[in-house]
């Protein structure tokens, strides 16, 4: 099992003793998720546009919580410092728990945080929920409007969770547990509990797993690079 991080390996680690892209072949890439732009409910604004006025309005005031170095949260939160030029302060955490804990207590007052770590604290009035970085509402969060729908079209953030077998697997095994993926995403609960967790399955096949595994280590690649990004 692999996620977007896996397409990120060859940027953020350059002397690990594997290569995603050669010693691995993509089953399926079987779900599909994004990052949340949230706030602590004490800080002025409503929406992403009253917020980047605010950080704006304050250089390097504003600090923002991160799961980690590398991690969906931390590439997608500086997508959006340098598509905006924004100047905040990065303030990673080991995991989501406890950098969603600083922003709900208001030390760090921004986070960009998984829909599974921000769905049940932005229902309860834990967080303030801006944006998600994603082409579509989620159904968890449907009042939540996407980047794009904020003003701000070029910050978007989506991540996936799919399945990888050693190169060289046999094509027809490779079929068969792409398939099986796919039927079993599919399944009516799955989909529903996929859903209340802020996931969507899209079940690819190999072949466009392949290019979504390639099209992310480019993208990412850029950010990582522009934000001088370095694993610890």
Same mark, same amino acid.
């Given at each position: 099992?692999?996620?977007? /991080?896996?397409?990120?390996?060859?940027?953020?680690?350059?002397?690990?003793?594997?290569?995603?892209?050669?010693?691995?072949?993509?089953?399926? #890439?079987? *779900?599909?998720?994004?990052?949340?732009?949230?706030?602590?409910?004490?800080?002025?604004?409503?929406?992403?546009?009253?917020?980047?006025?605010? *950080?704006?309005?304050?250089? /390097?005031?504003?600090?923002?919580?991160?799961?980690?170095?590398?991690?969906?949260?931390?590439?997608?939160?500086?997508?959006?410092?340098?598509?905006? &030029?924004?100047?905040?302060?990065?303030?990673?955490?080991?995991?989501?728990?406890?950098?969603?804990?600083?922003?709900? /207590?208001?030390?760090?007052?921004?986070?960009?945080?998984?829909?599974?770590?921000? #769905?049940?604290?932005?229902?309860?009035?834990?967080?303030?929920?801006?944006?998600?970085?994603?082409?579509?509402?989620?159904?968890?969060?449907?009042?939540?409007?996407?980047?794009?729908?904020?003003?701000?079209?070029?910050?978007?953030?989506?991540?996936?969770?799919?399945?990888? *077998?050693?190169?060289?697997?046999?094509?027809?095994?490779?079929?068969?547990?792409?398939?099986?993926?796919?039927?079993?995403?599919?399944?009516?609960?799955?989909?529903?509990?996929?859903?209340?967790? &802020?996931?969507?399955? *899209?079940?690819?096949?190999?072949?466009?797993?392949?290019?979504?595994?390639?099209?992310?280590?480019?993208?990412?690649?850029?950010?990582?690079? /522009?934000?001088?990004?370095?694993?610890?």
């Amino acid at each position: 099992m692999g996620d977007t /991080g896996f397409a990120l390996i060859p940027h953020l680690h350059p002397k690990v003793s594997f290569n995603p892209f050669s010693d691995f072949d993509p089953i399926s #890439i079987a *779900v599909t998720t994004t990052q949340v732009l949230t706030v602590t409910p004490s800080m002025p604004v409503k929406t992403v546009r009253e917020l980047v006025g605010l *950080v704006k309005q304050n250089p /390097g005031k504003y600090s923002y919580a991160t799961p980690g170095i590398g991690t969906p949260g931390h590439v997608t939160a500086e997508l959006f410092r340098l598509t905006l &030029g924004l100047d905040m302060i990065n303030v990673p955490f080991n995991g989501a728990g406890p950098a969603i804990a600083s922003t709900i /207590g208001g030390h760090t007052p921004i986070a960009f945080g998984s829909p599974a770590s921000t #769905i049940a604290q932005v229902n309860d009035g834990k967080l303030r929920a801006l944006a998600v970085a994603t082409r579509a509402r989620l159904a968890a969060l449907p009042a939540v409007p996407t980047m794009a729908e904020a003003g701000f079209p070029d910050v978007e953030g989506d991540f996936w969770v799919g399945m990888f *077998v050693p190169t060289g697997t046999p094509a027809d095994i490779v079929a068969l547990l792409s398939r099986e993926i796919g039927d079993i995403v599919a399944l009516p609960d799955v989909k529903q509990r996929l859903a209340s967790l &802020g996931f969507d399955p *899209v079940a690819l096949k190999p072949q466009e797993s392949t290019a979504r595994l390639k099209s992310d280590s480019d993208k990412w690649a850029k950010v990582i690079q /522009g934000a001088g990004i370095k694993a610890e």
